[in-house]
């Protein structure tokens, strides 16, 4: 099992910055490709960004590429997503995801899924 916890969502005004933070506890957390999506109301879960299990890997999804940064420290069993340049689009409940297949663009590949956090992106 691998227990996931996101932090670091909020409130914030278009062209702001937000850094989302994901805390891995329990099996080797350094052995899962992860990922974010996101949902916002009324709408499917989206891929956003997925890292491989050494952080050497990334992938984005277009709507966000050149804003978002996916990282990773093993070391501390910890998952960040730096949002630049946020629109009122980006609006939505963030999920961080573990996946042992690798890092994947679809939600139904990934095993362990945090709670969420919400950001708001007022215009």
């Known amino acids: 099992q691998v227990q996931l916890v996101e932090s670091g969502g909020g409130l914030v005004q278009a062209g702001g910055s937000l850094r989302l933070s994901c805390a891995a506890s329990?099996?080797?957390?350094?052995?899962?490709?992860v990922g974010w999506f996101r949902q916002a109301p009324g709408k499917e879960r989206e891929f956003v960004a997925a890292?491989?299990?050494?952080?050497?890997?990334?992938y984005y999804a277009d709507s966000v590429k050149g804003r978002f940064t996916i990282s990773r420290v093993n070391a501390k069993n910890t998952m960040y997503l730096q949002m630049n340049s946020l629109k009122p689009e980006d609006t939505a409940v963030y999920y961080c995801?573990?996946?042992?297949?690798?890092?994947?663009?679809?939600?139904?590949?990934?095993?362990?899924w945090g709670q969420g956090t919400q950001v708001t992106v007022s215009s």
């Open positions: 995801a573990a996946s042992s297949r690798g890092y994947l663009t679809t939600a139904t590949s990934y095993d362990y």
């Open positions: 329990g099996r080797t957390f350094s052995r899962y490709g």
């Open positions: 890292i491989s299990w050494s952080g050497g890997n990334t």
